[in-house]
């Protein structure tokens, strides 16, 4: 690696403190690498928990839905008395700097009945319930996805800085420390070795 530093006492300094803001940065990268990692582990834990009860659910449901077009015939009409979700609700939380998304339902209505009890029965009740359970779990699920991939991205990154700190930069900067401390010491034996002539000739 080619050294261009001068050596001067100055850039000696100055290149000193430049290694030792390059290790505590390292140090830093590393550790936020690790507590994002660790969060990361634990929502794909929670994903694949959830994921399951998805499946579950799922199945549920369309038993649910199953029985209440036998009992009601289908239920194309009642599909549509039901209302567009909107209730939907996003906020952020941070983690070392990663923007996390909060997803939250509004559940003032959630009990509510979209449909007429005369055309109806307990089986479409049922139903309804299931899809709701399959709803939330749904939007945690996407908020566990997202949160994932954000984690994922920003460790990537993250990695990449710790890299090139650790195997450019500081290896950089102990190489123009070095290189300065020598020609230094080299010139003060220069400099000892004239004084010294000059003192003998005197």
């Known amino acids: 690696m080619a050294v ?7 850039n000696l300094i100055s290149t000193k403190k430049s290694l030792q803001l390059s290790k505590v940065g390292f140090e830093l990268l590393d550790r936020k690498r690790n507590i994002l990692i ?13 994921q399951s009860k998805i499946d579950s659910a799922f199945s549920d449901a369309y038993i649910a839905l ?18 567009i979700e909107d209730s939907l609700k996003l906020s952020y939380r941070s ?27 307990s089986c479409l009740d049922e139903a309804q319930l299931h899809f709701m359970n399959v709803k939330n779990l749904t939007v945690e699920l996407c908020e566990i996805e997202n949160s994932v ?10 990695q990449k800085r710790a890299n090139a700190l650790k195997n450019i930069m500081i290896p950089k900067f102990e190489e123009e420390v070095k290189f300065i401390t020598d020609a230094l010491e080299e010139k003060e034996r220069e400099e000892f ?6 003192k003998q000739q005197k």
Request: with cysteine; aromatic share 4%.
């Open 95 to 121: 983690v070392m700097g990663v923007e996390i998304p909060i997803l939250t339902i509004d559940i003032t209505h959630k009990n509510e009945l979209h449909y007429g009890l005369a055309s109806s029965n």
């Open 66 to 83: 199953q029985k209440a077009n036998i009992t009601l015939g289908f239920c194309d009409e009642v599909s549509l008395s039901t209302p």
């Open 38 to 50: 660790r969060e990361m582990m634990m929502l794909i834990d929670r994903a694949n928990e959830i």
């Open 4 to 10: 261009n530093a001068v050596p001067t006492k100055g």
């Open 193 to 198: 070795s004239r004084l010294k002539v000059i």
């Open 149 to 158: 991939y954000r984690l994922a991205d920003s460790i990537k990154k993250t």
